[in-house]
């Protein structure tokens, strides 16, 4: 027989009755307030078109490298997952078997976030009352199947059933924003908004980069091959994303933190030098340029800056070759914000109408560099425990090596960075009680007022985040 499955009131609370009783009552004041998910890469397709999601294998599995980056790591082939190659291979694509093959090899994601994520979504969303096992795979994959075709379980209706307030997409410079525009074409009172990600045009590092300049130059009328036109046309593309999209922030994927603040005519001789090829220092040089010419750009249009560097992309040559991007064997890598972020912030970091969020996958950083920049350059704001770390380990460790250098008020809240939708609300949940874990310690050892707990709760679960990214 399958095993139940339940979720316990107090999952993530201390263990010490005085403080769980503490966690437990500041849980409970923020557990239901609305969700704030500022960035995100979700597909605003699905609430364009509010279509029902297809099948549990292609929402749960094919999609979340978090789930099958595990299962590749035990031996078990990403086309047995469903998981398209490039070359258009051949790949499973019976969703049915893709769901037993994850059932027989679930247990791999014991004690992770992962597991945590699919566990709420399950019994929470779904209303799956029995863990998933090789003996219950077919039951549980047609109960999901069938919730799935109802009306209730559509995008929009979950969009509402979640309590969200504000969801933030992520799209490319040359996107044009078709599912945006048709969101609010359409009179649907969902908050769906875009976030500007320029990449794809300026990094020289970027598959087709170049072309895509080209491209940049064509939507906005702009002599791309110039530097003032290309600075002009970045800016025309920022003003049609806040337009069309709703959009409030930037986001910047860079391999470092890397800035450089170069005079016109040395900035317009590096231009001219990478669209025609780079070395590795020139690319490296000229995406610090465009986080400082984006910086200048944010103190026009208002526009928040995110900048999530130290992410090793590609790391596995046989998987970028085969899947491509995105598919699991991107890894953490050391990073240096205090020297790599000093020529902007000579420049802007004592501006107080810009606000930059520093991300880190390097956690060495966060009691070292980050949360003492944040805690004296009034630009600077400490992102949440990103990618590998929004975990309960995780998220504490975040709060115990920022907090006494950054303080609650340089952070920006929670955001969930996920591509899985089911999971935004779960994501959520645990950074809730982690965070209430937290300052119930701090309470319990008369650090921390239990009234202004309370309200530092709140402000992290919600307020923090409205405000920094200017919702």
């Not at 085969?322 to 953490?332: I, N, R, S, W």
């Not at 779960?426 to 982690?434: E, S």
Request: glycine share 6%.
């Amino acid at each position: 027989m399958s095993a139940p499955l339940s979720l316990h009131k107090d999952r993530l609370l201390p263990a010490d009755p005085a403080t769980r009783h503490i966690a437990r009552d500041l849980y409970e004041s923020v557990r239901d307030l609305p969700i704030i998910s500022p960035h995100g890469h979700t597909d605003p397709s699905w609430f364009a078109d509010d279509t029902p999601f297809a099948d549990p294998a292609a929402l749960f599995i094919i999609p979340d490298h978090y789930i099958f980056r595990m299962l590749y790591s035990q031996g078990v082939p990403l086309e047995d997952l469903g998981v398209p190659r490039i070359d258009g291979g051949p790949v499973e694509t019976d969703p049915r078997r893709i769901w037993h093959l994850f059932a027989q090899n679930q247990h791999l994601l014991r004690g992770t976030p992962s597991r945590m994520w699919l566990d709420h979504a399950f019994h929470e969303i779904l209303g799956v009352r029995e863990r998933l096992c090789a003996d219950n795979a077919d039951r549980i994959y047609d109960h999901i199947a069938e919730r799935l075709k109802s009306p209730e379980y559509r995008p929009r209706a979950l969009y509402e059933r979640f309590n969200i307030e504000v969801l933030a997409t992520t799209e490319g410079a040359l996107d044009d924003l078709r599912h945006h525009r048709k969101i609010a074409a359409s009179g649907w009172e969902g908050r769906v908004i875009t976030a500007f990600r320029p990449d794809g045009v300026t990094d020289p590092d970027a598959p087709g980069f170049r072309d895509d300049i080209t491209e940049l130059g064509r939507l906005t009328g702009q002599d791309t091959t110039s530097w003032r036109g290309y600075l002009a046309a970045l800016a025309d593309r920022r003003r049609y994303f806040i337009e069309y999209g709703g959009c409030t922030s930037t986001d910047h994927g860079h391999p470092t933190a890397h800035t450089q603040d170069l005079s016109e005519t040395d900035a317009e001789a590096l231009f001219a030098r990478v669209l025609n090829g780079s070395t590795p220092q020139e690319a490296e040089c000229f995406r610090g340029q465009m986080l400082t010419e984006m910086a200048r750009m944010s103190l026009k249009d208002g526009l928040v800056m995110q900048i999530h560097p130290g992410a090793r992309r590609g790391q596995n040559p046989y998987i970028q070759r085969t899947f491509g991007e995105a598919k699991g064997d991107d890894f953490p890598a050391p990073t240096d914000f205090v020297h790599d972020l000093k020529p902007l912030l000579n420049r802007f970091g004592n501006d107080r109408d810009l606000t930059i969020i520093l991300f880190t996958l390097d956690e060495t950083t966060y009691a070292r560099e980050i949360a003492p920049l944040a805690g004296h350059y009034p630009a600077l704001r400490i992102g949440p425990a990103w990618w590998f770390h929004d975990s309960p380990e995780g998220i504490m460790r975040f709060r115990e090596q920022t907090t006494e250098t950054g303080g609650f008020y340089n952070t920006v809240g929670f955001n969930d960075d996920t591509r899985a939708f089911f999971s935004v609300p779960a994501r959520h949940d645990l950074c809730r009680r982690v965070d209430s874990a937290y300052l119930a310690r701090l309470v319990a050892e008369h650090r921390l007022d239990l009234d202004e707990a309370f309200r530092v709760a709140a402000d992290l679960s919600y307020h923090l985040a409205k405000a920094a990214y200017r919702l």
